[in-house]
């Protein structure tokens, strides 16, 4: 770049310098909040026309990507996420005790403080197939932006601790965290037994806080025959509300089934 000549250029030169240098030492600062769960912040989520409800975003690969089930029959997948809050995974766990509802969790191993004093009351209900647990990774990152070894260890982190906690296999479904998948993240986890790669169209919105009403108008609007919802065990709002979702499933007579009940061929 060309050094200015006269006075009024020089002195605008050398101020565009010192505002450049300030911007690249505030851009390069260390975030000193305090961090949040790994799913509270998640990035910019898929395109789509609910912020909730991505559009697929893999390209093929050897996986089936499981993103709705058959609208036909009266069937609905109710799935739940993570779990980094004691108190609503509690209650999750309580709402399948006493329900007998289906429902198939996708918790992730970091969270394992809230989880573990639930195995002894889940792992009967996963022996009778009311429950299913799949892998949703042991700490919740986009895997699009690991390499193949990091992806693995994701997998093959979460799923040992699945099976030393409940006694069950996650394979062969797997949720990417933040619904962030391609070919490639498909394929490495194909070769790890996880053939199907599970999606949603319909949720509560309860990534993040929200209030009830807004909750329940997600449940009344994405309740669907063949929806696989998703829902999170991670802000409180939807444990007031569990008790009128049932009551919405049973006035419109869905029957709630795991993954595996609704998509039978593809454990194969």
Request: proline share 9%.
């Amino acid at each position: 770049m060309r050094e200015p000549r006269n006075p009024m250029e020089r002195r605008a030169f050398f101020g565009m310098l010192a505002l450049g240098a300030a911007t690249v030492i505030t851009g390069c600062s260390s975030d000193t909040t305090t961090p949040t769960p790994a799913s509270a912040t998640p990035p910019a989520p898929p395109s789509g026309t609910d912020p909730d409800v991505p559009a697929d975003t893999g390209t093929g690969g050897p996986t089936r990507v499981l993103s709705k089930g058959p609208a036909a029959g009266h069937q609905i997948a109710l799935t739940v996420d993570d779990g980094y809050d004691n108190a609503v995974v509690a209650g999750y766990v309580a709402f399948a005790q006493r329900t007998g509802i289906h429902l198939t969790f996708s918790p992730n191993g970091l969270y394992a403080h809230a989880w573990a004093p639930h195995a002894a009351t889940l792992k009967p209900l996963i022996e009778a197939g009311q429950v299913q647990i799949i892998n949703h990774t042991y700490s919740h990152h986009d895997l699009r932006a690991m390499t193949d070894a990091q992806i693995r260890a994701e997998l093959d982190r979460n799923d040992e601790w699945v099976s030393t906690t409940f006694g069950t296999r996650t394979t062969p479904y797997y949720r990417p965290p933040f619904g962030f998948h391609n070919a490639h993240v498909d394929g490495i986890a194909a070769e790890l037994g996880y053939r199907n790669t599970v999606m949603w169209n319909g949720s509560y919105g309860d990534s993040k806080p929200v209030t009830p009403d807004y909750l329940m108008s997600q449940a009344r609007r994405y309740l669907q025959p063949g929806t696989i919802l998703l829902g999170h065990a991670n802000h409180p709002t939807v444990l007031g509300l569990l008790d009128q979702i049932a009551d919405l499933i049973r006035e419109r007579h869905l029957t709630p089934v795991t993954l595996r009940e609704m998509f039978p061929a593809a454990d194969h």
